[in-house]
């Protein structure tokens, strides 16, 4: 099955059943070798003419798919699907997805730069905020005019219209960032979502780098979301017990809320508050306590363990994260970078109190934490396309500001995954007041790279 040509898309097209046994019969060495030869910036199967598929038939399809896409440096995924089958893959893949989804070949082609001849509008929205976000920017680069629906009813209302947009894009993924990971954070508190009986099983259902890298990147408040747990055992306790004295070294809090003991001894929790853990009974008596979240997600300065040097690998891959920062942010600006400095030394801020601040961890085969400095005004700016409209709202521009980093570091991770470099990257932390942040970043040694946009200062640094 020779992939068919349309612009700068190869579309493979496998017909009847798609169930593990008979794929390697719709896509041949041959097909793959020639394919390589093309010239093309998506490689795609269309599930149009795929009556039946499971996990087994499209995984095999999927890892072809990356396979080509590690040799050329291109987008790859799945396209011409119903609401059902992507449902489906959805449901199949949880999430976790490496390779990209397109309802049609012609929404597919906005994000490669096949229908440049004058700026489309495109009416987007998705459920994951990281997702709006990424297409909104992707859309953008490319010339188009996207405008981004903020909720399912705002997407409804403006759909009716359909006339006034060239696309609607729902039911589609772009598996180019990779970043998504099981939680989430609200206020720069991170929240877990446990559920049924917890025993020792949660060790190795919990992720220790990441929840490292959050403490590292300047987290201090974590959350966990307990409505849905029936019972702990022992080695439940002994985990978040031990998980809480982990904490109290970054000077961190955990909480549970919504955990009843009904059936938990009423011990465990006498325990669990001797260790530091605080309870609550719902998520809003945090939430919507701004000076409760205040004081318990306050930042601190990190411990003495956390400050490690700069090493050869990151140094080595200095310009590729200086790249996808530089290249998304001209982007969002409009404006062109110019660099003014290039200092080894700890994070410096001479406009703390006129800027918004970021930070994003990374682990894997590297790790460290990438911060970004924004003057308000560049902030204010480059999330006005992800907000759809001017703000002063700081809250909204904060958390604005964290989808815009996030987007960032999807970028600096498809970079080092081109150089077979493997990381996975935390959630972002935004800080309104810089002093906070340099708090954290107190006595870490980094590259500060500084920059003006349009005059306005701007602060790269990474570090360990």
């Known amino acids: 099955m020779r992939a068919l040509n349309k612009g700068n898309i190869a579309i493979f097209k496998p017909q009847g059943f798609l169930d593990g046994t008979n794929a ?9 070798q020639a394919t390589e030869k093309l010239k093309v910036d998506m490689i795609l199967v269309s599930l149009e003419k795929v009556i039946f598929f499971n996990k087994n038939g499209l995984d095999i399809f999927a890892k072809l798919l990356v396979s080509l896409r590690n040799k050329m440096h291109i987008t790859v995924g799945f396209c011409d699907y119903d609401a059902t089958k992507f449902d489906t893959i959805m449901k199949f893949y949880h999430n976790d997805i490496n390779f990209s989804l397109f309802k049609t070949a012609e929404i ?64 589609s993924f772009l598996g180019l960032f990779g970043s998504k990971i099981g939680t989430r954070v609200t206020g ?41 747990v029936v019972s702990m055992n022992i080695h439940a306790l002994n985990f978040f017990a031990r998980l809480a004295s982990s904490a109290a070294e ?24 001797d260790s530091g853990i605080l309870f609550f009974e719902h998520m809003d008596d ?37 790249n996808a920062t530089v290249t998304t942010m001209e982007m969002m600006t409009n404006s062109k970078a110019v660099k003014d400095t290039v200092v080894m030394q700890s994070l ?29 005004d560049i902030a204010k700016k480059s999330c006005e396309l992800l907000l759809g409209e001017s703000t002063d709202d700081e809250e909204e521009i904060l958390d604005a500001l964290a989808e815009f980093v996030n987007i960032i570091g999807g970028r600096v991770k498809t970079l080092l995954s081109e ?46």
């Open 188 to 228: 720069n508190a991170v929240i877990y979502s446990l559920n049924n009986y917890l025993d020792a099983e949660i060790s190795s259902k919990f992720n220790p780098m990441y929840h490292t890298n959050s403490l590292m990147v300047g987290f201090r408040l974590f959350i966990f979301d307990a409505y849905k």
């Open 286 to 322: 945090i939430l919507l306590d701004k000076e409760m979240l205040e004081t318990l997600g306050a930042s601190s300065a990190a411990m003495v363990k956390q400050k490690r040097p700069m090493n050869k690998v990151i140094i080595s891959e200095l310009p590729r994260f200086i």
């Open 250 to 273: 970054y000077n961190a809090n955990i909480c549970f809320v919504g955990m009843t003991f009904d059936k938990t001894p009423e011990a465990f929790k006498n325990e669990l508050e």
């Open 419 to 464: 150089q077979k470099i493997s990381v996975d990257i935390t959630l972002p932390r935004t800080y309104q007041k810089v002093s906070d942040l340099l708090e954290v970043m107190q006595g870490k040694k980094g590259v500060q790279v500084n920059l003006k946009f349009d005059q306005d200062e701007f602060i790269f640094f990474l570090t360990r």
């Open 24 to 32: 390697p019969t719709f896509m041949t060495i041959e097909d793959i």
């Open 108 to 171: 597919a082609a906005l994000f490669c730069g096949t229908n440049q001849s004058k700026p489309k509008d495109v009416l987007l929205f998705n459920e994951d905020a990281s997702q709006r976000s990424s297409m909104a920017i992707e859309l953008f680069d490319f010339g188009h005019n996207p405008i981004v629906a903020q909720s399912q009813k705002e997407f409804d209302e403006k759909r009716e219209n359909k006339d006034l947009y060239y696309a609607i894009i729902e039911d």
């Open 348 to 376: 410096v801020s001479e406009n703390a109190q006129k800027s918004y601040a970021s930070s994003i961890g990374f682990y894997g085969d590297m790790d460290g934490m990438l911060v970004l400095v924004f003057p308000k």
